[in-house]
């Protein structure tokens, strides 16, 4: 497991409009979470972060949990119970797009299309490297499980995440 010390921890805002006071699920389970595990999702992408960088966290009625790459935030279902697994999933999208969004597009010459199919993809590694420390897989989107598998198998090659961006450029030609 990649060393977790030091990683900047999570700043939870909570809307008060929308949680109304009421004790909720995610609150709870967001609490009990082990805090400097949340740095793994930024190990497995072998980046490093200033001191200092925060993360909101906001509740969402909604049925989706959108986020904002650029001022870092990202957003919980109220009645998601596994929100470890939400954060670590968000957090990987959000410095993914961070540190290699302008690579896969500048160099690689991804497609929109192809960049937002590796970045869903890609979250197979909260599987292979997190499993000891998420609450649950993360089970992606039916439509990228071919996808998963193929990167899975390529990552357990050589568990360096700049290979794996460079490989999936090779499927996509």
């Known amino acids: 497991m990649a060393d977790c010390k030091g990683i900047p921890e999570l700043h939870y805002l909570i809307n008060k409009k929308v949680v109304a006071g009421r004790k909720n699920p995610a609150i709870k389970a967001f609490n009990n979470f082990p805090r400097p595990c949340l740095g793994t999702p930024l190990n497995i992408l072998n980046i490093k972060l200033s001191p200092g960088i925060v993360y909101t966290v906001y509740l ?58 590796f970045q869903e993809a890609s979250t197979f590694l909260l599987n292979d490297e997190m499993n000891d420390i998420l609450s649950r897989p993360d089970y992606g989107y039916k439509e990228h499980q071919e996808l998963r598998s193929k990167l899975s198998a390529e990552w ?6 700049n290979n794996l961006v460079n490989y999936y450029k090779g499927l996509t030609n």
């Open 60 to 117: 969402t009625s909604a049925g989706s949990c959108p986020f904002n790459a650029s001022q870092r935030y990202f957003m919980v279902r109220m009645d998601d119970e596994k929100v470890d697994v939400v954060v670590a999933h968000e957090m990987l999208h959000i410095e993914f797009i961070r540190n290699f969004g302008f690579y896969c597009r500048d160099v690689l010459k991804l497609t929109v299309e192809d960049f937002g199919a």
């Open 156 to 161: 357990k090659k050589n568990k360096n995440f």
